[in-house]
């Protein structure tokens, strides 16, 4: 089993950045692909970004394209995603994901973490 815990949200002025940070317990972190979801009030998760167990292989849906960057660290079982030129429909709470595929959606992703809020302020 595998436990993920999110931090490094806040509240942030448009434009400005943000590290998000997703680490996890368990010593099978190394076998699972990562995934960053978020969700707006009133809306569904919504998949950002996913990592390949090994970092050879990434994923970014258009709305964060150009502007976002996975990464992972094995040794320290935690998983980044840096947000630049953040916009305020970029408020939402930031969750991360462990699953079997890179291609993981939110009804596929094994487990969750508890979720952290990023807002953007105009």
């Known amino acids: 089993q595998v436990q993920l815990v999110e931090s490094g949200g806040g509240l942030v002025q448009a434009g400005g950045s943000l590290r998000l940070s997703c680490t996890a317990s368990?010593?099978?972190?190394?076998?699972?692909?990562i995934g960053w979801f978020r969700q707006a009030p009133g809306k569904g998760r919504e998949l950002q970004a996913t990592?390949?167990?090994?970092?050879?292989?990434?994923y970014y849906a258009d709305s964060v394209k150009g502007r976002s960057t996975i990464s992972r660290d094995n040794a320290k079982n935690t998983v980044y995603l840096q947000m630049n030129s953040l916009k305020p429909e970029d408020t939402a709470v930031y969750y991360c994901?462990?699953?079997?595929?890179?291609?993981?959606?939110?009804?596929?992703?094994?487990?969750w973490g508890q979720g952290t809020q990023v807002t953007v302020s105009s």
């Open positions: 368990g010593r099978t972190f190394s076998s699972y692909a």
């Open positions: 990592i390949s167990r090994s970092s050879g292989s990434t």
């Open positions: 994901a462990a699953g079997l595929k890179t291609t993981m959606s939110a009804d596929s992703a094994i487990y």
